[in-house]
């Protein structure tokens, strides 16, 4: 992972909401998730924000590589992971699966954007951090 400070993934991810509430004001609610993320992935494009989607996660248990097919929806700047909803509300098994995902990516900061709602930023966003963010320097 790349040795970024804890402000500038802070305004990495005001981008990275900015982008998204901006899509979910012209799309609205109801949509696929991949509808939202293509149109993410444009906005994030138009900013010069570069990312990675939907990659495979590798996943080690002792030394046996599994092959489980474990992706992730946005890895932004290297340091910050996105994963989108469009679903009825976000609930505590989407909150572990992305802690799960920056543990096993060592990403600091992950974001859960929920389409699926009338205010993305007032009850669609969820936003973690992990003992790598705390490793950051202010």
């Given at each position: 992972?790349?040795?970024?400070?804890?402000?500038y993934?802070?305004?990495l991810?005001?981008?990275v909401?900015?982008?998204s509430?901006?899509?979910?004001?012209e799309?609205?609610?109801?949509?696929l998730?991949?509808v939202y993320?293509?149109?993410?992935k444009?906005e994030?494009?138009?900013r010069?924000?570069t990312?990675?989607?939907?990659q495979?996660?590798?996943?080690?248990?002792?030394d046996l590589?599994l092959?489980a097919?474990?992706?992730?929806?946005?890895?932004?700047?290297?340091?910050?992971?996105?994963?989108?909803?469009?679903?009825?509300?976000i609930i505590?098994?989407?909150e572990?699966?992305?802690?799960t995902?920056?543990?096993?990516l060592?990403?600091?900061?992950?974001?859960?954007?929920n389409?699926?709602t009338?205010?993305l930023?007032?009850?669609?966003?969820i936003s973690?951090?992990?003992?790598?963010?705390?490793?950051?320097?202010?």
């Amino acid at each position: 992972m790349l040795r970024v400070s804890k402000s500038y993934i802070r305004d990495l991810a005001f981008e990275v909401i900015g982008c998204s509430i901006e899509v979910h004001r012209e799309l609205g609610a109801g949509l696929l998730e991949s509808v939202y993320e293509h149109c993410l992935k444009y906005e994030l494009s138009k900013r010069g924000i570069t990312f990675l989607s939907q990659q495979r996660i590798p996943l080690r248990y002792k030394d046996l590589d599994l092959e489980a097919d474990l992706r992730y929806d946005l890895l932004v700047e290297g340091c910050l992971l996105v994963e989108l909803k469009s679903c009825e509300g976000i609930i505590p098994i989407h909150e572990a699966v992305l802690l799960t995902y920056m543990k096993l990516l060592e990403i600091p900061k992950g974001l859960i954007l929920n389409f699926n709602t009338t205010n993305l930023s007032r009850h669609g966003l969820i936003s973690l951090v992990n003992e790598h963010y705390s490793e950051l320097s202010p």
